[in-house]
């Protein structure tokens, strides 16, 4: 069973950025594509973006193309979002997650981490 830990997040400005990890421990996910979803307040859980194993394709929700930029540290069993011209909108509680079938989250949530963006 691997454990999910997220940070990170805090309050910005809009049009600020912030640079979000995701680290896993329990079982290496180096094997796995991994996505980040978020979940904005009274909202569904969303799919956000995606990355393969190895790191060398990469695929986002219309929402935040041009953004944000999923990376990967295998070495480190790590998960990066970089999060960039941010609007109130992106305002959510983010999750990272091993995936199946391209958006699917196949393993158990960490707590998340939260991103406020004020306007």
């Known amino acids: 069973q691997v454990q999910l830990v997220e940070s990170g997040g805090g309050l910005v400005q809009a049009g600020g950025s912030l640079r979000l990890s995701c680290a896993a421990s329990g079982r290496t996910v180096s094997r796995y594509a991994m996505g980040w979803f978020r979940q904005a307040p009274g909202k569904e859980r969303e799919f956000v973006a995606g990355?393969?194993?190895?790191?060398?394709?990469?695929y986002y929700a219309d929402s935040v193309k041009g953004r944000f930029t999923i990376s990967r540290d295998n070495a480190k069993n790590t998960v990066y979002l970089q999060l960039n011209s941010l609007k109130p909108e992106d305002t959510a509680v983010y999750y990272c997650?091993?995936?199946?079938?391209?958006?699917?989250?196949?393993?158990?949530w960490g707590q998340g981490t939260q991103v406020t963006v004020s306007s």
């Open positions: 990355i393969n194993w190895s790191g060398g394709s990469t």
């Open positions: 997650n091993p995936l199946r079938g391209g958006h699917e989250p196949v393993g158990s």
